[in-house]
């Protein structure tokens, strides 16, 4: 297994800066998500560890060798792309087969080896006995797997998927996110995705990196950045937050001359970023740190969504309540607040 | 592109469908295509069976017209294959790079379409004369002579025939989606191999279409080969000449026999090109 190292990786599109200095260790054989919002130099990471974009400073090493100078074909970094680009005028086999059919003849295996490795494959990625089909006749999520298929033949050092499944509905993307998980326990590549779903990151995969305008803002478990986001840009972009604009005074945290609830330890006072998650915000009978008006109600499998209006100002929080609490639309409900994620304005 | 639609068996009961249409437009390119291809050679055709199929076989295997039917096909043939290497790599280079001067030859691919042919072929048949520029240097290397000869038709029909080829590829090749050479690269296929096995199997049907458009037009071109050509009975007559010929003999029969024949030939050899085409369509793509 291969661990890859990034080290001060920077790279300009005509002049305009797409990786700002980029540190990053990727452990052997973990799963790390590359996690960011469009434009955040995410994908232009993904392909520069592959070497399809040439760097503009920095190095990057695979398993203690220098892999910066070297080129795509030697690589050996398997990469997968949001729109499979399979070979259409070849077979499903042919495209799996073809990383091996490409080495020089001393370097390539003997036919019947590359066919059984191609009947692996397809067993592996489960579509068996679909090898004679084009690339035309299968459904994208089983064109994602024949891409993921192509990409393991060659027995990469690394595996590098851009957006795998951001082409795919729904349903396919929850089916193939399990079955990556999966293949990826069973093979134990050293595995690199680059995703702007957040939900996806976290479910997936072993640590995640937050990348933002070139750099990387957090890297760690999902638990971690989770729970203990590192900055205001990672608490608005993980967790589906709410972000509201708050003052921090003796200790208590004020919106719009709203009290909300006691500051965590360590904010100084003076303006501040809040984020509210769904779980931060209790409904209860009495008491309470402050009130809103219920203004939305939305039904999911096992709970209630509301959506509050703590003033007319302030942009809708909310808040989820199990089936049995009775709530009206229109209603004023008591709340608890929990302000943890709370962080001091930056100017 | 110019695919021949083959008819298949649903075509006679179309299913119904949101966007209605089928029998207003194709009743119309029935009767469009009736009135500007059909009944102009249907009349040749009705024309020439004055002469029955053995007068047909008699006067299309006379040893004139044989020579230049011949001369014509192979020369047309061969220029058309000439473009579709050439044409394909023009292509290449107007799509793949930035150059200056890149949107300038752009344009100029396009100047056989605008010149009046006879235009060409005076001047080309000057440059490529003994006595002109590259006629010249040609015959002092090689000892060859290229006007006046078959070798100045074939560069006639080079000329004339250039812009299919770029023009049917040139669109193909932008659209081809890099991401498919970089996947080929990254599983460690050479540049070589990547254009060998992923980009010209791609380009296959485009370049196809290209050849026979080019080579079609080749058999039918008049204008541009009879300046550069020396029009020697036997050496350096095309077709289309013998048919002006026997017009301004007033043999009209003879000169439709020989346009019919004409006609017969290019219309199985497209019919094949298409055959192949819609069959590369399959094998190599357009999914």
Known sequence: MTGIAVRGVAKDFAGTRALDGI??????GEL???LGPSGSGKTTLLRSIAGLEPLTAGTIHFGGEDATGLRVQDRKAGFVFQHYALFRHMTVAENIAYGLTVRPRAERPARHEILRRVEDLLDLVQLPGIGKRFPGQLSGGQRQRVALARALAVEPRVLLLDEPFGALDAQVRKDLRRWLRDIHQRTGHTTVFVTHDQEEAVELADRVA????????QVGSPDEVLDHPANAFVAGFVGQAVRLDVTVAEGRVRADAIELGAAPAGIPDG????????GDIAVVRSGGTTSGVVTAITRSAASRRLEIRLSDDLPAVEAEVSLDQQVARGERVALTIRADRLFPATR | MTALALPTREWLRPKPSALPGFGLTLGFALSYLALIVLIPLAVLVWR??????????TVATTPRVRAALETSFYLSFAAALVNAFFGLVIAWILTRYRFPGRTVLDAMVDLPFALPTAVAGIALAAIYASNGWVGSIVEAVTGLKIAFTPRGIFVALVFIGLPFVVRTVQPVLMDLDREVEEASATLGASRLQTVLRVILPALVPAVLTGFALAFARAVGEYGSVIFIAGNMPFISEIAPLLIIVQLEEFNYTGATAIATVMLSISFLSLLAINLIQSWSRRRFGDV
């Not at chain 1, 540190?23 to 052997?28: A, Q, T």
């Not at chain 1, 937050?210 to 803002?217: A, H, K």
């Not at chain 2, 002469?51 to 076989?57: D, H, P």
């Open chain 1, 210 to 217: 937050i990348l933002n305008r070139g750099r990387v803002e």
């Open chain 2, 48 to 57: 020439a069976s004055g002469l029955g199929l053995s007068g047909l076989w």
């Open chain 1, 32 to 34: 790390l998500a590359l």
């Open chain 1, 23 to 28: 540190d990053l260790d990727i452990r052997p």
């Open chain 1, 271 to 278: 303006a501040a970023s809040l984020f509210l998650r769904t």
